[in-house]
Structure formats: structure tokens, C-alpha cells
């Protein structure tokens, strides 16, 4: 059914259509009157047919009825053309109701027909919704589906590892236990064999494992035999004396070295003034360094042998020192005594007041 721009004017009923008819179709031209395609409404119900192209309107209520999803409109080269299948197959021989020139009760068909259209199209949006639903429950479904069979596929890798390392680990036990047996059973052989007891009330199973343990130690000696004569081999290949290359006489030298012999050495350090080493040190620099040192370390005009060390002087012996020399002249040396005589005693202001006085 389709249905667009109803236009409220009184519309101009189309008399000049045309059909034709089959047991199971009918088959309904409409003239469009010149009007535009575009403006074309069609709407259609099993029993109501109307086609609108303001001004222009054609509506029937048909003879019987018709299977409304069944029908199709062509619009075209001037026409509407209906295709409409019969419910029933059998021949109308007219295409409207008997009771179509009654306008009261082809409104109230007209009234029928827009219900059931509008009935319709609540079932068609249930009916989607409905599927639209359905879909998605069955989409989510399907996904649940696969991410489970995802994790059965992870447990069953799972459960496949774990057997498997259950399996080694029971085979490693198993060997452990045999190795077990076959070392207790060849300790109870060998102190057999020491106390020269004999083994004839030995049963068969442990008849066969000693076979097995026999074997073993077998292999195992075998095995050792081997191992020590290709040791002995490499030994011997490595040892094996060279030809003598620098007399030409083809003469074989054995170039293994001999040891060592053990001794002391004793070592003896030059004493250091300054903390560097020796072999980092220039010694005429250092001594120049340390002579200058020496020479800076002097106090100007108070060395004397017959004076004693400064250090052990009377503050009062430096003052009047001090004072002899600032009258001599010698100010650098009156500078020095005061200053020490201040070392001594900074409570004493005459040396503070004359040591101020010099620059």
C-alpha cells in the first residue's frame, strides 16, 4: 500500500479507466490525467483500491477480495498500472461491489479500509520489531555460543597439558623407582658375592631383574671404559711431543715447561714528604716546592739561634720585639711579631692596636 500527499481540494473522479480479468488476476489501468509521477499516490487493501493525482482521484471497492500483499503498482507512460491476484479463483464479470453507489456505505468502506490499513501497519511494526528482536537474541546467542566453546577449547588445552605433564612425571617416578630397585638389588648382589652366599633361592622376578640390573651395570661399565680410553686418547694427543723446526734434524722436544720454584722477594718503599707516588711524582719540582715552603714558613727578622722557636715565646718578649723593630724601621718584621704575640694572646689590645696600625 503506499500513500502521500493527500490534497484537501475536492478532487475530479477519473470515469475513464480500464480493466480485464483472468480467474486468478485482475489487471486495473489508471490514466494519471498529465500528472507527474512524482505526485502519484497509490493505496491499496484486499478490498479498497484508490490512486491519487491531484486534482484527479480514482477509488473502488472491489468486487471480492484480493490478496493485498500479492498486489503491485506500475507507474508509467501515462498510466497506473494494478495488478491484483484473487483470494478466490473465479471470474467477477464486474470490478466494483454492488453496493458502490451508496456513499454512505462507501464511506464507511473507505472508512474500513483506512483502519485496517493503519491495523496493518501496527502488526507490520510489531512484526519487525519483533524480528528485529529475535535477530539480536540470536546474534547474541551465536556469540555466547562461540566464546564458550573458546573456553572449552582453553580448558581442554589446558587439561591436555596437565595430563601430559602428569604422564612424564609419573614415567620419571616410575624410572626413579626401577633405578631404586636396580641399585638396591646390586648392593644386595655385591655383598652376596662378598660372603660367597649363593642366589639359587631367588625367585623369578627377581631372577629378571637382576638379568636387568646385570645389564645395566654392564652398559654403565661399558659405557665408563669407553669414556676413560678417549680421555686417555686426548691426554696423550695433547702431550705428544713436536718435531724440532730450527735444527732440521727431525729431533722430537718435549715443550711441556717445568714448575715453577717458589721464592720471596722483598720490596722496599722511598719515603715520601708528599702523598703522591713515586712514579707519578718529578722530584727536582717537589723539592723546589718544598724548599719555597720552607723559605715562606720563616717569619721575617726573628730567626735567631740563641732566640729559641717563636711558638715558645712570651707574648710580652713579642711586643717589645715588635716595638724595637718598628723603631728600627723593619715594619714587615714588627707586623710578624705582633701578629704572633695576638696568636697567643688576642686579649691583649696593645698588639691589636699596633698590628691595625700597618696595612
Known amino acids: 500500500a503506499f500513500q502521500r500527499n493527500c490534497s484537501p481540494d475536492m478532487p475530479v473522479v477519473i470515469a475513464d479507466y480500464s480493466w480485464r480479468e483472468t480467474d486468478g488476476f485482475v ?11 512524482g505526485n502519484v499516490d497509490v493505496f491499496s487493501t ?61 464511506q464507511e468502506e473507505r472508512q474500513a479500509a483506512l483502519s485496517h490499513a493503519h491495523k496493518r501497519a501496527e502488526e507490520e511494526k510489531k512484526t519487525k520489531a519483533t524480528q528485529k528482536r529475535e535477530a539480536e537474541r540470536y546474534a547474541l546467542k551465536q556469540q555466547m555460543k562461540q566464546e564458550e566453546e573458546a573456553r572449552d577449547a582453553i580448558e581442554q588445552s589446558k587439561q591436555a597439558e596437565i595430563d601430559r605433564t602428569s604422564a612424564e612425571l609419573e614415567a620419571w617416578k ?13 648392593e644386595v648382589t655385591e655383598k652376596e658375592q662378598s660372603n660367597g652366599k649363593s642366589t639359587e633361592s631367588e625367585s623369578c622376578a627377581d631372577r629378571g631383574l637382576k638379568k636387568e640390573a646385570d ?36 729431533t722430537l722436544l718435549d715443550n711441556t715447561p717445568s714448575l715453577r720454584q717458589s721464592g720471596k722477594i ?12 713515586m712514579r707519578e711524582s718529578r722530584q727536582p719540582e717537589e723539592e723546589e716546592w718544598l724548599r719555597k715552603m720552607a723559605e715562606a714558613g720563616r717569619t721575617p ?22 716595638n724595637e723593630f718598628y723603631k728600627a724601621g723593619d715594619y714587615l718584621s714588627a707586623i710578624n711579631a705582633y701578629s704572633e704575640a695576638i696568636r697567643l694572646n688576642s686579649t691583649m689590645p696593645a698588639y691589636a692596636i699596633h698590628a691595625q696600625g700597618f696595612p
Open 27 to 37: 489487471y486495473l489501468d489508471v490514466p494519471l490525467k498529465g500528472s507527474r509521477a
Open 301 to 322: 727578622g726573628l730567626a735567631s739561634k740563641s732566640e729559641g722557636d717563636l711558638s715558645e715565646r712570651n707574648p710580652l718578649w713579642l711586643k717589645d720585639k715588635g
Open 266 to 277: 722483598e720490596v722496599k718503599f722511598t719515603p715520601r714528604v708528599l702523598d703522591t707516588p
Open 174 to 186: 616410575a624410572k626413579e623407582e626401577e633405578a631404586a630397585q636396580i641399585l638396591e638389588l646390586e
Open 46 to 106: 484486499d478490498l479498497y483500491i484508490k490512486v491519487s493525482c491531484p486534482p484527479y482521484l480514482f477509488d473502488v471497492r472491489l468486487f471480492d477480495a484480493v490478496e493485498e500483499a500479492k498486489c503491485s503498482a506500475t507507474i508509467g507512460n501515462g498510466l497506473v498500472s494494478l495488478k491484483l491476484e484473487k483470494q478466490e479463483a473465479r471470474l467477477w464479470h464486474r470490478l466494483s461491489h454492488p453496493n458502490s453507489e451508496d456513499k454512505v456505505w462507501m
Open 215 to 250: 645389564n645395566v651395570l654392564r652398559e654403565r661399565k661399558t659405557d665408563s671404559r669407553d669414556r676413560r680410553r678417549d680421555k686417555a686418547m686426548s691426554k696423550s694427543e695433547k702431550q705428544r711431543p713436536r718435531k724440532d723446526t730450527q735444527h732440521g734434524g727431525g
